[in-house]
């Protein structure tokens, strides 16, 4: 798959911050790494492609990919792990290097329950439940790592999320973010 030209180069903006910026706080971590954030960066960069979102749109979804897992405490479940980086983000961008976007922080906190519990919470926000969407499949489409049958495609909420199917697969199978 050829990567546009602007995916590419807002991935190479947002994974460089992840690298630089982003602190995780659990250290021990096969599952849940800057590896698999850029992932889901990358994805959530397609899928918004796909359905031509503007720039603040793709910049609240980059947000999310980059700060969701940065502070889980384990591997496995963690329910909580999503509120914790949402405050994490919410801080971050007090300190003033990054604009503070409630729907990023809202996505987060609620990408690890149950998807009416999260559409509610977005319902208020412009976009929030399609962003939501959006990051819940580019999350989702990560699932490859674990195992080649580690994803229930039908789960996906996004008619874009589920094209990119074959390319996940590729993407986890090469090692390689792009």
Known sequence: MRIPQTVNADYENW???????????WKGSEKHTKAHCARVL???LLIADKMALPAKER???CAAAVFH???????????GHGKRAAAYYRDFCAGGSLPYDPRTATIMAYHDLDDT?????????DNGILLY????DADGLDRYRLSPDALDVSMLRTKEGRSLTD????????QSPL
């Open 117 to 125: 519990l999260g559409e509610v919470a977005l319902n208020h926000l």
């Open 167 to 174: 390319f996940a697969k590729r993407l986890v199978s090469e």
């Open 59 to 61: 910049d609240a979804l």
């Open 69 to 79: 897992d940065s502070r889980r405490l384990d591997d496995w479940y963690d329910v």
């Open 15 to 25: 994974s460089n911050f992840l690298e630089s910026q982003v602190e995780f706080s």
């Open 42 to 44: 990358l994805y959530a």
């Open 133 to 136: 969407r959006i990051f819940k």
